[in-house]
């Protein structure tokens, strides 16, 4: 589905990607993890066409988009859900997901937001509440469900438990299992490295720009250096 090599990106002096090769197949799940300012959102910007590559290729099912703009990117079938949760706060929970929702013909509209509020219930009781009103865990899952609305086939997440209690955390990530296992192809970026791991068929681990490790995610799971440098043992 996604397949990058040798990506480079720099910011003005600062070589924030020195290198990065990785693969997301079709209907997998893959994870990004590695301490702040190792390169994750970079890489995540760079596919959704938001900064610009000096050098390397970024191919989507065949096709280079490393030069494409966002919205050419977005009608390709990739959605990113920033870090953040940028929602519409003064828009409802309903009006941000149409907001999600623009490049889909009217007619699906209604089945877009059937899936959505079945994956999340909250907010489907929630649906006519200001968008700024809700929890940050709502938030969080609003701004899941906004991406789907785009029906992407490829869905970039910039850690979407940030922030978030564990439970919510675990309600976000439970979601994001069902939406893969519904044939979504999910890349995650997290640092909640035991969740991450523990849920991707495939996990990099990215630091100052480079790829470091990768492996299966439970393999990783178990690996010593990463225990110790990312799930804080010793
Ligand atoms: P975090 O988890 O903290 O978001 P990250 O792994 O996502 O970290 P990036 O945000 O991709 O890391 O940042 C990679 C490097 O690029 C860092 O050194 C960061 O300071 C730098 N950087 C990111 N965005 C910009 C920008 N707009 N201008 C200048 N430098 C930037």
């Not at 996604?2 to 990785?22: K, M, N, P, S």
């Not at 938001?50 to 096709?63: A, C, D, F, K, T």
């Not at 700024?132 to 785009?150: D, I, K, P, W, Y």
Request: proline share 6%; hydrophobic share 40%.
């Amino acid at each position: 589905m996604l397949e990058i090599r040798d990506l480079q990106v720099f910011y003005g002096g600062i070589h924030a990607l020195r290198g990065i090769t990785l693969r997301v197949p079709r209907g997998s799940l893959v994870t990004l993890i590695g301490a702040n300012g190792a390169g994750k959102s970079t890489t995540l910007r760079a596919v959704t066409g938001l900064v610009r590559p000096r050098s390397g290729s970024i191919r989507l099912e065949g096709q280079e988009i490393g030069s494409w703009p966002t919205h050419a990117i977005v009608r390709r079938g990739v959605a990113l859900v920033p870090e953040g949760r940028r929602v519409f706060a003064n828009l409802t929970v309903q009006e941000n997901l149409v907001m999600g929702a623009y490049t889909q013909p009217e007619p699906s509209m209604a089945e877009l937001f059937e899936r959505v509020y079945r994956l999340f219930p909250r907010l489907s009781e929630r649906r006519h509440q200001k968008a700024g009103t809700l929890s940050g865990g709502e938030q969080q899952m609003l701004a899941v469900g906004r991406a789907l609305m785009s029906r992407p086939r490829l869905l970039c997440l910039d850690e979407p438990s940030l922030g978030l209690a564990p439970i919510l955390a675990r309600e976000v990530m439970e979601a994001l299992a069902s939406i893969h296992r519904e044939g979504t192809t999910v890349l995650l970026v997290e640092q909640n490295a035991r969740m991450a791991l523990s849920m991707a068929e495939y996990a990099y681990v990215l630091e100052t720009g480079r790829i470091v490790l990768e492996g299966p995610g439970p393999v990783l799971l178990e690996n010593p250096q990463v225990r110790r440098a990312y799930l804080g043992e010793r």
